[in-house]
């Protein structure tokens, strides 16, 4: 037994006993290292795995949420603003993929937030969206076809006017020249002046007067109201209407006697039926307004909808960032855990490299190398979550301080990149948002612009209807005179031997002005007409080729515009140079077109001029304009200069952009010189623009002379 003892005193003396002893002691250690090591990784990890698995999918489908409902609530303007059946199923289609992704979103969203509160009202505003969509995407159909039994009627309308205009005109100069003349017809000897010139036949006249002006006034009610914005606003046309219809009824009746009443009859009730039937015009209008109106308030509510999702999105990003950083503190308290046990195992380790530190110091200061090797490469892997801790205040410590800072800032970079990334998508969809609005500004600006330019059209066309038939009354009732002279003379010259020499060269004379006077009455008559007829042609549209005056065309639509001019400012002054080429002769084109070009290119020279001359700028300026025409063996060219301000380089750049225009708001549409443009290339033709800013402005039109509009009705 004592000699077992001493064997075993040496053994624990020996040095490799001490050795293995040291040897242990340094596993157990690293053993114990290792655990917390553990102990501390998987922590992390697990906390790492929450955040990527429920925080992160969380915050991105609540993103997905905001920036697809975002798209839908962007969306819905410009489903309203559709102006045709593609635009509207273009945009629908846009609306789908939207509404797909946005409900893939919240399919992801209600897989973490399901049966939450918050969830319940996203879930709740966005069944409303989309409820306030598909109620949109029905009016708007609608309105679409409203829109066609509105053009329906409009088209019934135009050709019931020019029924009643082929039927009342002829029938009230010949009652006119009848109770006037006697005349019934041509060949039969006149009637007697106290049945012609009677009561009776001065009533038929006046009843068929009133009906022809019911007439116009009726279908310029039905006409104007068309251009109405506020269903309110119907009422008082559709009253004033009504009272239109009761004299036409009345006057109808006085004419039952006449021939024409069974004739009119019927043309009239339609023209009734069309105002005050259950699908008159006015019940379609208000129908209409009602839809826009309806429309207005379902975009209001989704914007309304819109800001409470976007709420509601905000909280639950809230939440999860909650959920993130609990998460982050949950790690933190696990990692200061594993510090103190690495601590307390280092202290040991200390304590016994004091005891041995020969042996010791080299394995502490080795492993702890080690496992600063071990963090960089794992850093230089990706990995910048597990901290650098290492005590100590040596060389080592330093080094694994050094790293720790290029760790955290590392990370700082890492997230700071996210939020930019964040930021950056935020920025561009709120950039989006901005040039949405700015475009559903631009097109309600030329809405309005639009609608103006079609009001002043509808007026301008019914002025032109309404001169046109004093203007045939004027020119008939010269001729009518012309022809009582000549018979005036012929019943002088019966009787010239009983008048003496001096009363017959009076009478003479003054049957000779009176010749003159009813010629120039008949000049003038025709050039009005003239006139009256190009306003009616520009409001109709184009026309056909026909051989055409390029001399006497300028020449007129350039007055037309220097009058035009006049009647705005009574100030303006311009002097006209022409310089026409009198080998010019007549070339097929469409002449309102044409004049449509001559008529903006001069307006715009005159506006030019004038804005020079109220500058004052130049002393003794004169405000000029030169008109040029030539005419080559392929081509002529139409010059068209004036001693304007001139423009710079960027202006003429966007002159023929639809709606650009330099002129004032409400001067000014932007679409003479894009629809001259549009002409002159229909006809084949070309525009060059020669300027020079505060000097002059020229505009050469360049037109084949034979335009491929001809060419191709040939080939047909």
């Known amino acids: ?390 005590g100590g205040n040596d060389e080592v410590a330093d080094m694994a301080a050094a790293l720790e800072v290029f760790r955290r800032h590392a990370l700082e970079v890492q997230r700071l990149n996210l939020v930019e990334k964040l930021a950056d998508e935020l920025k561009g969809k709120n950039e989006q948002l901005e040039s949405v609005l700015e475009d559903l500004r631009q097109a309600q600006d030329q809405i309005v612009m639009r609608e103006k330019l079609a009001a002043l059209g509808e007026l301008t066309a019914g002025v032109a209807h309404e001169i046109k038939n004093p203007l045939n009354f004027v020119k008939n009732f010269s001729e009518v005179s012309e022809e009582l002279i000549d018979e005036l003379k012929e019943a002088l010259e019966d009787v010239a031997e009983q008048i003496p020499e001096d009363d017959r060269s009076y009478i003479d004379e003054i049957t000779g002005d009176l010749t003159g006077n009813l010629q120039r009455i008949q000049s003038h008559g025709e050039r009005a007409n003239r006139i009256v007829h190009d306003m009616l042609q520009m409001g109709r549209g184009s026309g056909d080729l026909q051989p055409t005056d390029i001399n006497g065309l300028l020449d007129e639509y350039a007055r037309l515009a220097y009058h035009s001019a006049r009647a705005s400012d009574s100030e303006f002054q311009l002097d006209i140079l022409r310089d026409l080429d009198p080998e010019m002769g007549d070339v097929d084109v469409i002449p309102q077109d044409l004049g449509r070009v001559f008529l903006n290119m001069v307006g715009n020279a005159c506006y030019a001029t004038d804005e020079k001359r109220k500058a004052g700028e130049v002393d003794g300026y004169e405000p000029t304009i030169s008109l040029k025409t030539r005419r080559g063996e392929e081509n002529i060219e139409i010059h068209i200069r004036d001693n304007g301000s001139g423009m710079p380089p960027h202006v003429v750049e966007k002159i023929f952009n639809p709606f650009f225009t330099t002129k004032p708001t409400g001067e000014g549409t932007g679409l003479g010189l894009a629809m001259s443009s549009d002409i002159v290339r229909e006809h084949g033709g070309t525009i060059q623009v020669e300027t020079e800013p505060g000097e002059f402005t020229e505009m050469i039109i360049e037109l084949p002379l034979e335009p491929p509009l001809k060419q191709a009705e040939e080939g047909a």
Do not use: C
């Open 1 to 390: 037994m004592k000699n077992w003892l001493q064997a075993i005193y040496r053994i624990r003396s020996r040095i490799s006993t001490q050795l293995y002893l040291t040897i242990g002691g340094a596993v157990v250690l690293t053993v114990s290292a290792s655990l917390v090591g553990w102990f501390l990784l998987n922590r992390v990890g697990e906390v790492q795995q929450a955040v990527n698995e429920g925080s992160v999918p969380e915050l991105a489908a609540a993103f997905g949420v905001a920036q697809y409902s975002s798209a839908l609530v962007a969306a819905a303007p410009r489903l309203a603003a559709a102006a045709t059946q593609d635009d509207f199923r273009e945009v629908m289609v846009d609306i789908s993929a939207s509404h797909a992704a946005f409900e893939e979103q919240l399919a992801v969203l209600e897989v973490m937030e399901a049966g939450q509160a918050p969830f319940n009202r996203i879930r709740a505003h966005s069944d409303t969206l989309i409820s306030n969509i598909t109620a949109l995407r029905d009016e708007v159909a609608a309105s679409f076809e409203l829109m066609q039994r509105r053009e329906a009627l409009r088209l019934e309308l135009e050709e019931l006017r020019v029924r009643l205009d082929g039927i009342m005109i002829p029938a009230i100069d010949d009652q006119l020249f009848y109770t006037m003349t006697g005349y019934r017809d041509l060949g039969i000897p006149p009637e007697p002046r106290p049945e012609h010139f009677s009561e009776n036949e001065f009533g038929r006249y006046r009843y068929l007067a009133e009906l022809q002006a019911d007439a116009t006034l009726s279908t310029q009610l039905l006409a104007s109201a068309f251009t109405l914005t506020e269903a309110s606003l119907v009422e008082p046309l559709r009253e004033r209407f009504e009272a239109v219809a009761s004299r036409i009824e009345r006057n109808l009746s006085d004419l039952q006697a006449s021939p024409l009443h069974d004739e009119l009859a019927p043309v009239f009730a339609r023209l009734i039926d069309l105002g005050l039937g259950q699908a008159s015009g006015f019940n379609l209008l208000v129908l209409e307004l009602q839809l826009g109106e309806r429309q207005l308030e379902l975009l209001e509510g989704n914007q309304a909808i819109a800001i409470d999702l976007v709420a509601e999105v905000d909280g639950l990003v809230n939440t999860a960032q909650t959920n993130t950083e609990d998460a982050t503190m949950a790690s933190e308290n696990a990692i200061l855990t594993g510090r103190n046990l690495l601590l307390a195992i280092s202290a040991v380790s200390v304590g016994s490299a004091l005891l041995i530190a020969w042996l010791f110091v080299g394995r502490v200061l080795l492993f702890r190398l080690e496992q600063l090797s071990r963090w960089m490469r794992r850093m230089a892997g990706g990995d910048l979550e597990t901290t650098v801790d290492i």
